[in-house]
């Protein structure tokens, strides 16, 4: 008999070794890889993501959690035909170009696979260029790009504008965030949403897509 709150707690409590472990013996034990990601690995996420967004936790213990879940998201996904599994849709994500903070872009990106997006993460010092391919490439819905600096901020604007150029501005979603980044910000370069924190980016990406 599968323990999927046994799972969920071990994502919880961050142990990616355990976590690949009882992963592992379910699949062998041949428990169905969809009940594995929802019933365990995506309800110990989403209460860690609750804990994150009431201030409970912090960032380390949220990636803990989040790095565990992956973990064993991998290891299930590989069971699974690929069609079976939903998408709540398409994300590009990156720290836009002359930027290489990655530790808020990396959580949320995190979150929003534990949440059912389909996420490609281009890194850090991501140029608009990049961007634009990457949502010709994956046909996404949504981009999401972090600052971490007020002199990397303008690249944001780059983004979009290039977007325009494209023709692609009215197939995509933009959402951003970081440290300096502000409400004001997004509606001066023309963004669809700003997020303060990554529990408000998964809230907005949902909205946005919705």
Do not use: W
């Not at 709150?5 to 041949?30: F, N």
């Not at 850090?124 to 971490?148: C, P, T, W, Y």
């Amino acid at each position: 008999m599968a323990d999927f709150k046994e799972l969920a707690g071990l994502v919880i409590s961050g142990d990616v070794e355990k976590v690949i472990s009882t992963t592992r013996q379910m699949l062998d034990a041949g428990e169905d890889p969809m009940k594995i990601i929802n019933e365990g690995l995506i309800n110990g996420i989403n209460v860690i993501g609750e804990r994150f967004k009431e201030g409970e936790i912090y960032v380390p213990e949220m990636m803990m959690a989040a790095q565990a879940m992956k973990s064993g998201m991998e290891l299930a996904k590989e069971k699974v035909e690929g069609s079976d599994i939903p998408t709540a849709g398409k994300v590009i994500m990156g720290t836009v170009a002359g930027d290489l903070h990655d530790i808020g872009k990396n959580l949320v990106a995190m979150m929003l696979e534990s949440s059912g997006f389909n996420v490609v993460d281009l890194g850090v010092d991501v140029e608009a260029d990049k961007f634009i391919a990457a949502v010709r490439e994956h046909n996404a819905q949504v981009i999401g790009m972090s600052a971490l600096l007020t002199t990397t901020m303008p690249a944001m604007k780059e983004v979009i504008e290039a977007l325009k150029e494209d023709g692609l501005r009215s197939n995509v979603k933009v959402m951003i965030g970081g440290a300096p980044v502000t409400q004001d910000y997004a509606d001066e370069i023309g963004a669809d949403g700003f997020a303060a924190d990554a529990g408000i980016a998964i809230d907005l990406c949902k909205q946005l897509v919705g």
